[in-house]
């Protein structure tokens, strides 16, 4: 049985340094860089990984979706590299593959705010579709937060991988920076109009309503100030996205006033 691990990256060498030498179980590695500019290509070559070179398109699941074509295993396991598959997955993915109907499986995560294992908030289980049959499953292309598409039934595994998203505040707040402004764009797509009502819901209903269910319904409070702080910037996405998207309409009536 060969199992293909595929994974994308940017600027994610001191992840993958950490990560590529714990998958040597698996039959390949291939690694798709996004214009990087750091040593992440010289550690995926140093670590035996087939890499390939992509434009860093802010849609990230268009090149997991060339990660996977490219892979040749008879199952393919996607993995970011700020996650980690514990010994105990592992032997468990290895045994659940000697024989199985499943197209596919999924498995829960667990998030890693700051070094702490964030049980709460409805951030976990926040279970994941990652291993499959090749030619059994793909991406849409259509929204950087979209799932998986399966062809077939999809298993379960008991054991979790674990995700290692901010080990400091400022990493946070870099990746908040990115995820807001990729929602905006997909606001501005849409044709979202910026209006009192719309300002009404994104400024206020949304992020509220948001932070109530998770800190307060989900329990969020119970993970402490790392709780808290997942919780608030949670609920403020919606309102920086929409703040960008209005920046964006801004910038783009001040041009269009330019050429006339």
């Not at 670590?47 to 996977?68: A, D, E, M, T």
């Not at 948001?210 to 969020?220: N, P, Q, S, V």
């Amino acid at each position: 049985m060969k199992i293909s691990v595929t994974i994308i990256g940017h600027n994610e060498v001191d992840h993958l340094r950490l990560l590529l030498p714990e998958l040597k179980w698996a039959s390949e590695i291939v690694y798709v860089d996004c214009e990087s500019h750091d040593q992440s290509l010289e550690v995926a070559k140093d670590n035996g990984c087939k890499v390939f070179s992509r434009p860093n398109n802010h849609n990230l699941n268009i090149n997991k979706s060339y990660s996977i074509e490219k892979a040749t295993g008879d199952w393919l396991f996607y993995i970011d590299p700020d996650e980690r598959l514990p010994a105990n997955l592992v032997e468990e993915i290895k045994d659940v593959l000697k024989d199985t109907k499943f197209s596919a499986f999924s498995m829960n995560r667990r998030n890693h705010y700051f070094g702490r294992w964030l049980r709460y908030g409805s951030q976990y289980p926040d279970t994941q579709l990652r291993l499959f049959r090749k030619g059994k499953a793909s991406f849409p292309n259509l929204h950087v937060h979209e799932k998986l598409v399966v062809e077939g039934d999809i298993g379960k595994l008991k054991n979790d991988i674990l995700h290692f998203p901010y080990q400091d505040i400022s990493q946070f707040l870099r990746k908040f920076n990115f995820y807001t402004g990729i929602e905006a764009l997909y606001l501005k797509d849409a044709g979202l109009e910026i209006n009192i009502l719309n300002t009404l819901i994104y400024t206020l209903f949304k992020p509220l309503t948001r932070f109530i269910r998770r800190y307060i319904f989900k329990g969020g409070f119970r993970d402490g100030l790392p709780g808290l702080f997942c919780s608030l910037f949670d609920a403020l996405n919606y309102f920086v996205r929409y703040f960008k998207l209005w920046e964006m309409n801004q910038h783009n009536k001040g041009k269009k006033e330019e050429e006339l």
